[in-house]
C-alpha cells in the first residue's frame, strides 16, 4: 500500500531514482515552434520600426533622385537620370555648403578635446566635482532650439548682454554675425553645448583606466603630462574614436542652429542639409533636386566614416 501511495505521486522507492517522464515529441515540437514564433515576433518589432521610419523614406529619396518631381508625390514625375545632380553640382551655393559643413565640423574636434580636458580634471578628488558635471552636460540635455535662441540674444548687436559687458554699444557694438565672426561664433556655440556628453563619456572611460600602469610608469620616474599622454590616452582611445565618428556624422547634418540663426552673409550658413531644405522650400526647385543632394551628403559621410575607421588602426588601442 505504501509502495503504491509513492508510485502515485510520482515518488521514487528507496535506492531508485525518480524519473520525470518527458513530454511527447509533437507537445515538444508545438512548444519549441510557439516559443521561436513568440521570440522573433518581439524581434521583429525594430526591424519593422526601422523598415517604415529609415528603409521606406531612404529608398523612396533614392528614387526621387533620379525624376523630375512636381510636389512631393510622383504623380506626373519625369524619369531624368542624372539631371538633378547636374543641376545642383552647377549650383556655387551648392559646392559653398560642402565647405562651410567642414568648417563646422571643426567643433566637434575642439568640443572633443576640450571635453578630455574638463573631464580629467573632474575624475581627480575635487570638492563639488558632481555638480560641476551636472552644470556640464545641462546644454546637451536641452533643446537646441532654446539654446540658439539664448545664444542670439546674447550675441545681438544692439541689445545683446555680452557687448553690454564688453562696453560696446552704437557704432562701436561688435556684429557677432557678420562675415568675418559668424563661422567662429557658431562654432562656440556647438562646442559649449556639445561638450557635456563627451564629458559624461570620457569621465566613464577615465575611471577604467589601468591603475597598475598608471602608478608604474610613476615609478619609472615620468611626469604627469608623459603618463597622460602615454598611459591614460591609449587607454581610452576607443572612447575618443567612437565620440569622433558619432561627432563627425552629427557635424556633417547640421542643420537646426543655421537655420534659426537666419540668413549670413556671403551664404556662410549654408551647409549641405541646409542647401537641401532650401532647394526643397525656397529655391522653388523640386523634390528630385532636394534628393540627389542628399544622396551626395550620404556619400559625404560614407566616405569620412570610412577613412575614419583605416586611420583608427594607427591610433586606437583596444588591448591597452
Given at each position: 500500500m505504501e509502495q503504491e501511495t509513492f508510485a502515485e505521486f510520482g515518488v521514487a522507492d528507496e535506492g531508485k531514482s525518480a524519473e520525470i517522464p518527458a513530454k511527447p515529441p509533437k507537445k515538444r515540437f508545438k512548444a519549441s515552434l510557439r516559443e521561436e514564433?513568440?521570440?522573433?515576433?518581439?524581434?521583429?518589432?525594430?526591424?519593422?520600426?526601422?523598415?517604415?521610419?529609415?528603409?521606406?523614406?531612404?529608398?523612396?529619396?533614392?528614387?526621387?533622385?533620379?525624376?523630375?518631381?512636381?510636389?512631393?508625390?510622383?504623380?506626373?514625375?519625369?524619369?531624368?537620370?542624372?539631371?538633378?545632380?547636374?543641376?545642383?553640382?552647377?549650383?556655387?551655393?551648392?559646392?559653398?555648403?560642402?565647405?562651410?559643413?567642414?568648417?563646422?565640423?571643426?567643433?566637434?574636434?575642439?568640443?572633443?578635446?576640450l571635453a578630455l580636458l574638463v573631464a580629467y580634471f573632474l575624475s581627480r578628488e575635487i570638492k563639488g566635482r558632481k555638480v560641476f558635471r551636472m552644470i556640464y552636460f545641462m546644454p546637451y540635455v536641452c533643446s537646441v532650439v532654446a539654446l540658439t535662441l539664448m545664444w542670439k540674444t546674447i550675441f545681438n548687436t544692439?541689445?545683446?548682454?555680452?557687448?553690454?559687458?564688453?562696453?560696446?554699444?552704437?557704432?562701436?557694438?561688435?556684429?557677432?554675425?557678420?562675415?568675418?565672426l559668424y563661422r567662429s561664433t557658431v562654432?562656440?556655440?556647438?562646442?559649449?553645448?556639445?561638450?557635456?556628453?563627451?564629458?559624461?563619456l570620457?569621465?566613464?572611460a577615465l575611471t577604467?583606466?589601468?591603475?597598475?600602469?598608471?602608478?608604474?610608469?610613476?615609478i619609472d620616474g615620468a611626469n604627469a603630462f608623459r603618463v597622460f599622454w602615454s598611459v591614460v590616452l591609449p587607454s581610452i582611445s576607443p572612447?575618443?574614436?567612437?565620440?569622433?565618428?558619432?561627432?563627425?556624422i552629427g557635424a556633417l547634418q547640421a542643420f537646426a542652429v543655421q537655420n534659426l540663426l537666419g540668413v549670413s552673409p556671403d551664404n556662410q550658413d549654408v551647409t549641405i542639409v541646409y542647401y537641401m531644405y532650401r532647394r526643397m522650400l525656397e529655391y522653388s526647385g523640386t523634390m528630385g533636386e532636394a534628393s540627389a543632394s542628399a544622396f551626395v551628403l550620404a556619400i559625404l559621410i560614407l566616405i569620412v566614416t570610412v577613412a575614419q575607421f583605416l586611420v583608427s588602426k594607427f591610433w586606437v588601442k583596444e588591448d591597452v
Open positions: 514564433l513568440v521570440g522573433t515576433a518581439l524581434a521583429s518589432i525594430p526591424l519593422v520600426g526601422f523598415a517604415i521610419f529609415a528603409l521606406v523614406p531612404l529608398v523612396t529619396a533614392l528614387a526621387m533622385a533620379f525624376f523630375k518631381m512636381k510636389g512631393f508625390g510622383f504623380d506626373g514625375a519625369k524619369w531624368v537620370g542624372f539631371g538633378n545632380f547636374a543641376t545642383i553640382f552647377k549650383d556655387p551655393i551648392f559646392w559653398k555648403s560642402i565647405p562651410n559643413t567642414l568648417i563646422f565640423a571643426i567643433g566637434t574636434l575642439v568640443s572633443q578635446v544692439n541689445y545683446g548682454i555680452l557687448n553690454q559687458i564688453l562696453g560696446k554699444s552704437g557704432e562701436n557694438a561688435i556684429n557677432w554675425f557678420s562675415p568675418n562654432i562656440f556655440m556647438g562646442v559649449w553645448s556639445g561638450m557635456g556628453y563627451g564629458i559624461l570620457y569621465t566613464a577604467n583606466v589601468n591603475k597598475s600602469c598608471v602608478e608604474a610608469a610613476k572612447t575618443s574614436f567612437y565620440l569622433l565618428v558619432t561627432g563627425v
